[in-house]
Protein backbone atom coordinates (compact mmCIF):
# COMPACT_ATOMS: atom_id res chain seq x y z
CA UNK A 1 0.00 0.00 0.00
CA UNK A 2 2.68 2.56 1.21
CA UNK A 3 4.24 1.70 -2.34
CA UNK A 4 0.62 2.87 -4.36
CA UNK A 5 1.22 5.83 -2.36
CA UNK A 6 4.27 6.80 -3.46
CA UNK A 7 3.95 6.10 -7.02
CA UNK A 8 0.72 8.71 -6.75
CA UNK A 9 3.02 11.27 -5.28
CA UNK A 10 5.22 10.61 -8.02
CA UNK A 11 2.68 10.93 -10.54
CA UNK A 12 1.56 14.38 -9.24
CA UNK A 13 5.31 15.90 -8.56
CA UNK A 14 5.50 14.93 -12.23
CA UNK A 15 2.86 16.19 -13.88
CA UNK A 16 2.82 19.41 -12.17
CA UNK A 17 6.60 19.94 -13.26
CA UNK A 18 5.77 18.47 -17.27
CA UNK A 19 2.60 21.46 -16.57
CA UNK A 20 4.49 24.46 -15.51
CA UNK A 21 6.88 23.82 -19.01
CA UNK A 22 5.70 26.77 -21.60
CA UNK A 23 6.07 24.40 -25.03
CA UNK A 24 5.77 27.89 -26.90
CA UNK A 25 9.02 28.81 -25.40
CA UNK A 26 10.22 25.41 -25.90
CA UNK A 27 8.93 25.32 -29.37
CA UNK A 28 10.65 28.87 -30.15
CA UNK A 29 13.84 27.59 -28.40
CA UNK A 30 14.27 24.29 -30.85
CA UNK A 31 13.38 26.01 -34.24
CA UNK A 32 16.36 29.02 -33.12
CA UNK A 33 13.61 31.56 -33.20
CA UNK A 34 13.23 34.79 -30.82
CA UNK A 35 11.91 34.69 -27.34
CA UNK A 36 8.28 35.08 -27.49
CA UNK A 37 8.21 36.89 -24.08
CA UNK A 38 9.98 39.64 -25.82
CA UNK A 39 7.82 40.30 -28.67
CA UNK A 40 4.40 40.15 -29.52
CA UNK A 41 1.97 40.77 -26.42
CA UNK A 42 4.64 39.90 -24.08
CA UNK A 43 2.86 36.28 -23.57
CA UNK A 44 4.41 33.34 -24.19
CA UNK A 45 1.46 31.62 -25.50
CA UNK A 46 0.89 29.61 -28.56
CA UNK A 47 -0.50 32.64 -30.24
CA UNK A 48 2.52 34.66 -30.29
CA UNK A 49 4.58 32.08 -31.13
CA UNK A 50 2.57 31.34 -34.17
CA UNK A 51 3.25 35.27 -34.99
CA UNK A 52 6.47 35.00 -34.41
CA UNK A 53 7.06 32.08 -36.34
CA UNK A 54 4.46 31.81 -39.19
CA UNK A 55 3.70 28.72 -41.20
CA UNK A 56 6.75 26.99 -39.80
CA UNK A 57 5.37 26.31 -36.44
CA UNK A 58 1.66 25.34 -37.75
Do not use: E, F, K, W
Not at 7 to 33: H, K, P, T
Request: glycine share 10%; net charge positive; aromatic share 2%.
Amino acid sequence: MNMLILIDIALVIGAYVLGSISSAILVCRLMRLPDPRTLGSNNPGATDAQHIGGARIV
